[in-house]
């Protein structure tokens, strides 16, 4: 490769490290460019976009972006998975794309500057959605103030049912 070629890969690699929320390193060999085009397909719906990269071009980009520990989670040929918004998503739609394919294998992860191993990337993929925690905590917090109202409303709802009671014995 020429080296502006080399130094515009680096560049554009440091800008994406930078923009990324979770980079997911991934070994790919066995896939098919088929298989590769149908992974970023996949990846282009959960807001996710798949690279390969050299490790050299990588390390360089890594280091430009302040994220020298992507280093740490690359081994060998890797495919670099790079989620923007939401890291569970990314997460979770390249678990479904494994599930379907024996030849991508995920090798390890990076949130932030915490490097993640092949494990703590399959819990994240695992997580419900991020609104559906909302959706859980919002929940959570109604659930006493549903408990109050029940235990302040019992007394009432026992007088109303008395008084019926004498009301259906006084029509009778």
Not at 108 to 133: D, I, T
């Amino acid at each position: 490769m020429l080296r502006e070629k080399k130094t515009e890969i680096v560049a554009r690699l440091a800008d994406t490290l930078s923009r990324s929320t979770i980079v997911i390193a991934t070994s790919y060999q066995g896939l098919s460019a088929k298989g590769m085009a149908e992974l970023r397909g996949a990846l282009g719906g959960g807001g996710a976009e798949c690279h390969v990269v050299k490790n050299t071009l990588v390390r360089l980009a890594g280091e430009r972006a302040s994220k020298a520990q992507v280093m740490d989670i690359i081994d060998g040929p890797t495919a670099l998975v790079f989620g923007y918004d939401d890291a569970g998503q990314a997460a979770r739609t390249l678990d479904r794309y494994i599930k379907s394919s024996e030849f991508v294998v995920i090798k390890g992860g990076l949130v932030g500057e915490r490097v993640l191993s092949a494990q703590e990337v399959m819990a994240l993929a695992n997580l419900p959605s991020r609104e559906m925690l909302l959706s859980q905590l919002v929940a959570q917090l109604q659930s006493p103030m549903v408990r109050l109202h029940n235990v302040l409303s019992s007394p009432l709802r026992g007088l109303q049912n008395v008084l019926q009671g004498r009301i259906q014995a006084l029509a009778a």
